[in-house]
């Protein structure tokens, strides 16, 4: 499929949904009688970080574990169904919070603070915080580790106790980023969730986990506050699991059979890299995590880019014409204010703001919100420079126009606005490479973008560099081509001079 078809098809989406609706309306007045002798079966978002083995990953192309096999034995003993959502740690809670989904199942520690934000379930595992070190180090107590450089999985309570109790770490987007950080030798430990952890030092063999554990902790899933129905499901489900012995059968199976080979060390630099290739690309298609986010980034970024231009224009034309002639005072206030509003915050801010807020009672389509977020953002940049290329135009041109009978209109579009393109058409491709890469922040919305198919790989083999170098050589790829395309499209601008 095409990039073109795919961005149609997100916008023959929103159509069939209101004919979706009236078709819905038409088979309930037909069928009264089917509808009620066949329940409808209850469907509820779950929200998961899938980098964390063995209680959620990658496998497959699909997500397994543990929080994965219990979620599929409750929705077989209560006649319900469980959507799964792959979002960024950090933001899981604020999902549920807002009623982007309905729970969050993803080895999610209880701590005081988030019983303030959410209601917790029953506990369903144990935890342990431990602290993975190279082999050789010394054994590192809580006084060692504030004179050392720790990393932490951002948002995770491992986060918590060491930034309330030890000391400031270094936080990464997950758990699997921060031991490739100490592989690397940027760090000295990483404190983690003991089963991933052992998961960690499985697919490390330089690594350990020390045999002293800083804090335990209890893992339960997370429901928005006040929405005792569900946990009083989920409560139940879990007492049943648990009495019959089927928690623990899952857990130990998955503890059992999800940690990987101990690594095989090849003796060669060469022989090394070959490995890390046929582990990271080849070994379970992993190439098909970067096929398919490179398809959602380009989706989304061409898709953002026409909203940006088409906003863009509009705006520098309205500021512009209040410029020129003082008319328009009120869209141009407004024009300013959106230009404030959009070039002071960040783009990641206004994502989470877009899909959380704006669009949070609103059951969209990840994508289109996606498009919404980075094309207002776009559209800001756009707007000042297509502004700044008509007002470079020579004020004599346009009372050129406007003595030969042209209206201000048409004046507009045909003597300033094709010369204003082609002194801003360096700038323009500049902003949209810009906004190619600035894509890569999708992961926080749960999409699964090109950056976000070189972290599963990560978290999958434990590998940072191969993943990082591919991710960045399709980026490179993307930005040559583009500002090859904006070079021959200048060029024939200027032939066009002649």
Known sequence: MSVLSRVASAVRRIGSCILGSLAALA??????????EKATQPTYVVAMEATFPPYEFYKGGEIVGIDVDILQEI?????????????????????????????????????????RMVDFTRPYSGARQVIIAPKGAPAYSKDDLARIRVGVQHGSSGDVYVTENICEPERFTNGALAVSAMNAGKLDA????????ENHVAGSPELTIQPTALVEEEYAMAVRKGNTQLLNMLNAALNELEADGTLRAIIDRHMRE?????????????????DNFKTDFIKNDRWKYLAEGFLVTVEIAAAAALVGIALGFLIAVIRSTADLTGRLKVADFFCRLYLTVVRGTPVVVQLLIIYFVIFGAVDINKVLVAIVAFGLNSGAYVAEI?????????????????SLGLG??????????????????????????????ETSICGYIALQDLTKGGDIIRSQTYDAFLPLVAVALIYLTMVVLLSHLLKKFELRLKKNER
């Open 386 to 402: 297509i502004r700044s290329g008509i007002m470079s135009v020579d004020r004599g041109q346009i009372e050129a126009g406007r």
């Open 190 to 197: 990483v404190v983690l969730d003991n089963a991933p952890a």
């Open 27 to 36: 088979l309930a007045v037909v069928m009264t009688s089917c509808s009620e």
């Open 258 to 274: 999800n940690k990987p080979e101990n690594a095989q060390v090849a003796t060669t630099a060469l022989g090394r890299l070959v």
């Open 75 to 115: 929705a077989r003993r209560k006649g319900v169904e469980f959507k799964l959502e792959d979002m960024a740690f950090d933001s899981i809670i604020t999902a549920v919070q807002t009623g982007k989904v309905d729970l969050v199942v993803s080895g999610l520690t209880v701590t005081p603070d988030r019983k």
């Open 408 to 437: 201000y209109g048409t004046t507009m579009r045909s003597v300033v606005l094709p010369q204003a393109l082609k002194n801003v058409l360096p700038a323009l491709g500049n902003e949209f490479i810009v906004l190619l890469k």
